[in-house]
């Protein structure tokens, strides 16, 4: 199901909100012709074959969604898209193959609408597709009908205030003897009811539709209007619908979307769509138009999940950045952030200690060892370790400050960068069981030997890590040493040279 149900006054248009009309022509395309404007006359009521066109429930400025029942009495979504609302024939073909195309992709993962039947008249000019149906948005009161032209009906029961009912607990059944109540149940007939939703229902939601996007890029298909209104849910699991824009990715540069959801460098590509996620996410996060990003909620300070919220943000700043080479690249990369905030993992932690590794990297090539330890430490552990290292509840390791070997400030500066950039690095790798002692940048002028006794006695930790740059520049030379705690003689010594021309 494709389309939110429209406000008070005014009907929405799936593809752009509070009625405003996507742009889908190309910038050298002329405008619509006065015969493509949909209003410009009533229109028969579609044939769709098995299938009685019941009412319409929502509008797009290339088609209409109608509620409808099949040959069995089950209700069905079916879009109708007319040939007559195009300025060319080019970009109506194209969004019929670009229909087909997703067809069978549709009903390859839940977070897609499933597409049931597509179909064409050409005589009458147009081609349309069934859907599932989305669940029922429950309101307090429903306003008539009203009836113009040919018998169709030309509005749709207004969104209220009323709040409505828990994701955890949709209402999935629509009586069938009363198909004349029926609003589908969008993200955004949520987010006017409810305002922000709370963070652990934002994360479930993402983590659905960013698996979608991930499949829909991978089948070689960018979505290009992804917007509040066009996620639909049913039985209470979130869908990506509107599936009327989807093209290829090499075919889909025409200038179609929602403005304030399209990525600064244009529609089209599997980043854009990131983008819009990015702005779905804010605006059922903080409760706020997409426009005011990135602007937090008016009272943070007292949000019982301010830190949680805070967390999320965190995705949503990186999925909206305006330049395309700060934003999530790929669906894959976004999902795995949420999967590990899902898991209570810190986002806001991570994305730090990469942006401390980029600009450590700025400064020398060495830091380039913190990925390499990293990998080889848990290798060390196992090989290395003996029955008379000082026990320890799981493996740990102590960072020490890193020391300046050589007189040059710059070397000062890297060591302690470094010996920051181990730790944070480090960390990451407590889901797997490893321990990392804490920061002891004061340490730094007390003797090593004493200070690698003392870890093991006062933080039962199982391993030291020593290191010391030197900077005569250009070269640059960094000694890394690890040490079972208690023991004189290194497990494992390794020294790297670089340059500060790298």
């Known amino acids: ?25 190309s910038p050298k395309s002329p405008p619509p012709s006065p015969a493509a404007n ?25 088609g209409v969604v109608w509620l409808a029942r099949n040959v069995v009495g089950t209700l069905r979504a079916v879009k109708v898209v007319y040939r007559q609302d195009f300025a060319e024939a080019h970009p109506f073909e194209r969004e019929f193959h670009g229909l087909q195309k997703f067809e069978p992709v549709s009903r390859a993962h839940e977070g897609f609408v499933d597409l049931l039947q597509i179909g064409r008249n050409d005589a009458a000019g147009y081609f349309y597709y069934v859907m599932e149906l989305a ?50 149940r969008t993200l955004r007939h949520e987010l006017k009811a409810r305002g922000r939703l709370p963070v652990e229902e934002c994360v479930r939601i993402g983590l659905a539709l960013t698996s979608a996007l991930e499949h829909l890029h991978a089948a070689g298909l960018v ?33 179609v979307g929602t403005e304030g959801y399209i990525a600064p460098e244009g529609p089209g590509t599997p980043q854009a769509d990131l983008y819009a996620l990015g702005k779905v996410f804010y605006e059922m996060a903080m409760g706020r138009d997409r426009r005011e990003f990135p602007n937090l909620p008016d009272d943070l300070a007292g949000l019982p999940d301010r ?23 790929t669906a894959g ?28 990297r700025r400064l020398a090539p060495a830091v380039g060892l913190v990925a390499l330890l990293v990998l080889a430490l848990p290798i060390i552990w196992r090989r290395q370790q003996t029955p008379r290292a000082p026990p320890a509840e799981k493996a740990s390791v102590f960072v020490l400050p890193f020391r300046n070997a050589g007189t040059n400030q710059t070397g000062d500066d890297l060591r302690s960068r470094i010996t920051d950039a181990f730790i944070d690095s480090l960390d990451l790798l407590k889901g797997q069981g490893l321990r990392v002692g804490p920061r002891k940048s004061d340490w730094v002028n ?30 640059i030379d960094l000694r890394l040493t690890l040490y079972a705690t208690g023991k004189d003689h290194p497990l494992w010594t390794e020294t790297y040279a670089g340059t500060t021309n790298d």
């Open 38 to 62: 949909r209003n410009s006359e009533p229109r028969a009521v579609p044939q769709v074959p098995d299938h009685e066109l019941l009412r319409p429930i929502g509008r797009g400025a290339y």
């Open 446 to 475: 007390r003797d090593e030997d004493e200070l690698r006794r003392q870890v093991g006695r006062d933080f039962r930790m199982s391993h030291v890590l020593t290191g010391r740059a030197r900077v005569e520049e250009p070269a």
């Open 307 to 329: 830190q949680a919220l805070m967390e999320f943000n965190e995705i949503v700043a990186r999925a909206c950045a305006r330049h395309a080479d700060g934003r999530y690249h």
């Open 135 to 184: 669940d029922a948005a429950e309101v307090s009161e429903l306003a008539g009908e009203r009836v113009s032209g040919r018998g169709s009906p030309e509005c749709v029961p207004p969104l209220t205030d009323t709040p409505t009912h828990s994701l955890t607990h949709p209402r999935t059944h629509l009586p069938a003897d009363s198909p004349s109540r029926y609003i589908p």
């Open 223 to 255: 979505h290009r209007d992804i917007k509040p209104s066009n996620i639909i849910f049913v039985q209470g699991a979130p869908k990506l619908a509107d599936i009327g824009l989807v093209a290829d990715v090499g075919d889909a540069q025409s200038i």
């Open 333 to 360: 990369e976004l999902l795995a952030d949420l999967r590990r905030l899902h898991g209570g993992e810190s986002i806001r932690r991570r994305h730090s200690v990469e942006q401390a590794m980029r600009r450590a």
């Open 1 to 25: 199901m494709s389309a939110a149900p429209p406000g008070p006054t005014t009907p929405e248009l799936p593809g752009s909100p509070d009625g405003q009309r996507p742009n889908r022509q």
